[in-house]
């Protein structure tokens, strides 16, 4: 990722990653993304990181399990997948929402 400044982001200096998520801004300890007009899927592989991820919903609808837990997500919404917890979502309804991991990540 190109950054000019480590106090701002634009968006055509954002990049892509392998799932559709877009990386924002960077700092030392966090990382931001978007996920902007995810579609309705059939649900993720569960999965664990190794980061801890805070997000908010602005638009849309998602099922999110973690650790066998299911939390409906609706706009307006925020939500915890502590590091280490086993968690997998499935998005009903097009979804956009920011992530701040932490600590930061290229994912």
Do not use: F
């Not at 700092?27 to 592989?45: A, Q």
């Amino acid at each position: 990722m190109t950054q000019t400044s480590r106090y701002k982001l634009s968006q055509r200096d954002t990049t892509h990653g392998p799932d559709g998520e877009h990386h924002l801004i960077r700092g030392e300890t966090g990382s931001m993304r978007l996920w902007h007009r995810e579609e309705p899927n059939e649900g993720k592989p569960e999965t664990v990181n190794d980061y801890e991820t805070l997000g908010y919903v602005i638009e849309g609808r998602a099922e999110l399990v973690v650790d066998g837990q299911s939390i409906a997500l609706q706009p307006g919404d925020s939500y915890c997948v502590p590091r280490g917890a086993s968690h997998t979502y499935r998005i009903t309804e097009t979804l956009t929402a920011v992530e701040v991991t932490s600590p930061a990540t290229d994912k």
